[in-house]
């Protein structure tokens, strides 16, 4: 199995803030990497798919990149509603593993 | 706007069989281009894709879990089901239901509002 590895696991930051999580593969993904924001008590949220393209309905804010094993989430300028846990998933192989996720709370 | 409703009896005793349901509405269930996915959270912890299944009647179990588990698409209903047998609290979590999106990287795209599974005596 592919294991997916998020750094941090929690994060603190201001409203206004930039903030970067990073998620890395076990071995090669090309770009087979979404994003998710999670709430508590509420589902998932497709953030970003294939690495990089924003998911319809995402505030320009939230960026993706890399490709490989090395991955990004940028958070330009931190809103309110934007506290909340990232997960980070493989689509390459089965089983499609996520990351332990990274904890976003404010400052 | 798709919609993703599950349902299961919430309190299960340990090694009894655990059947969720989840029912779609707003959509299609019978594309081609999609796949059906159950993912479940414990409590405090991370997301564990548990299966998927296909239009086409094809299927992916977690190895972890596969002995254990049946998924199951009932296009008539407009439902696909989870079946998880010989339960222990090890699998107490939040069970959620997701559309999957084929192609070129598959991702969840929609998800229900999940139920939480408590096994307990």
């Known amino acids: 199995d592919i294991q997916m590895t998020q750094s941090p696991s929690s994060l603190s930051a201001s409203v206004g803030d930039r903030v970067t999580i990073t998620c890395r593969a076990s071995?090669?993904?090309?770009?087979?990497l979404n994003w998710y924001q999670q709430k508590p008590g509420k589902a998932p949220k497709l953030l970003i798919y294939a690495a990089s393209n924003l998911q319809s309905g995402v505030p320009s804010r939230f960026t993706g990149s890399g490709s490989g094993t090395d991955f990004t989430l940028t958070i330009g300028g931190l809103q309110p509603e934007d506290f909340a846990t990232y997960y980070c998933?493989?689509?390459?192989?089965?089983?499609?593993?996520f990351g332990q996720g990274t904890k976003l709370e404010i400052k | 706007q798709l919609q993703l409703q599950e349902s299961g009896p919430g309190l299960v005793k340990p090694s009894e069989t655990v059947s969720l349901t989840c029912t779609v509405s707003g959509g299609s269930i019978s594309s081609s281009s999609y796949y059906w996915g159950w993912i479940r959270q414990p409590p405090g912890k991370g997301l564990e894709c548990i299966a998927n299944?296909?239009?086409?009647?094809?299927?992916y179990y977690n190895p972890s879990l596969k002995s254990r588990i049946t998924i199951s698409l009932d296009t008539s209903k407009k439902q696909f089901s989870l079946e998880l047998t010989s339960v222990t609290a090890a699998d107490t979590a939040v069970y959620y239901c997701?559309?999957?999106?084929?192609?070129?990287?598959?991702?969840?795209?929609?998800w229900g509002q999940g139920t939480l599974v408590t096994v307990s005596s």
């Open positions: 299944i296909y239009y086409s009647g094809s299927t």
């Open positions: 997701a559309r999957g999106i084929k192609g070129d990287v598959a991702r969840f795209d929609y």
């Open positions: 071995q090669s993904i090309s770009t087979y």
């Open positions: 998933q493989q689509s390459f192989s089965s089983p499609q593993g």
